[in-house]
């Protein structure tokens, strides 16, 4: 999905993984009741992390938003990163600038996992890069929008996008080669770019990790996601 300003509606592609049918029927109702005259969600639902790889890659474009549970299976009756962690793990290679909220019970009578060990493995998501993790309530569904929709108003914000040092610094380079296209950015290195943001979605899926490793400060490092716009300028820099 392309962040920007423009009037025009922009659609959102939201996939839930849960295996727990209210949670899932309930946040599905509360992001298709927030649709604007900007903003329209279209939401498909999976039960289990097999369905959601199933889903991921019958899907070419991808999805924008993922809503996953703490306690996929086979979370229940073992350890939690069996589900969690490596549906996360597969989304940061493949699609690191999917937004990612983790929803979920983090207590549960039944549950041998004790309450702390959902805490580890809820802060070892955010680490993965999720952008928030809600417990699950009788208001969680609508937090859950709210937690996207600052997510997109963050993405949608140009200074969010240029007002940095290195911008400023070599926005005329980046305008010049890489003007009216999407570029993936890790550290101080354009690391791919394309015309659109599915087609660099793309080419990110075939970057080796080896050689993204040499870009990056940090092996947690993702990719960032810049629309370059082909502007016009003057004597002071882009206009």
Same mark, same amino acid.
């Given at each position: 999905m392309q962040f920007n300003n423009s009037p025009f509606r922009q659609s959102f592609q939201v996939l839930i993984v849960d295996d727990d049918e209210p949670p899932t029927r309930e946040v599905s109702i509360a992001f298709l009741e927030s649709a604007d005259s900007t903003i329209v969600f279209e939401v498909t639902s999976a039960k289990s992390p097999e369905e959601y790889y199933r889903l991921i890659q019958e899907r070419t474009d991808g999805f924008d938003i993922l809503i996953v549970d703490l306690k996929l299976s086979p979370g229940r009756g073992g350890d939690l990163r069996q589900g969690i962690c490596k549906v996360l793990a597969w989304q940061r290679l493949h699609s690191p600038e999917t937004m990612v909220v983790v929803h979920s019970v983090f207590t549960d009578e039944n549950d041998p996992? @004790? @309450?702390d060990r959902a805490i580890q493995v809820c802060v070892e998501a955010i680490r993965l890069g999720a952008i928030d993790c809600i417990k699950k309530s009788e208001f969680s569904p609508d937090i859950v929008v !709210?937690? &996207?929709m600052r997510e997109i108003r963050r993405r949608r914000q140009p200074d969010s996008v240029f007002d940095s040092d290195w911008w400023r610094d070599h926005w005329r380079e980046i305008v010049e080669?890489?003007?009216g !296209? &999407?570029?993936? &950015?890790i550290g101080k290195q354009v690391v791919a770019h394309a015309a659109t943001v599915d087609a660099l979605r793309r080419q990110i899926?075939?970057?080796?990790p080896d050689r993204l490793a040499e870009f990056s400060a940090s092996l947690d490092e993702r990719p960032r996601i810049m629309v370059v716009p082909a502007f016009e300028e003057d004597d002071d820099g882009p206009v």
């Open positions: 996992d @004790p @309450p !709210q937690s &996207v080669m890489y003007g !296209q &999407v570029i993936a &950015v899926k075939m970057l080796n």
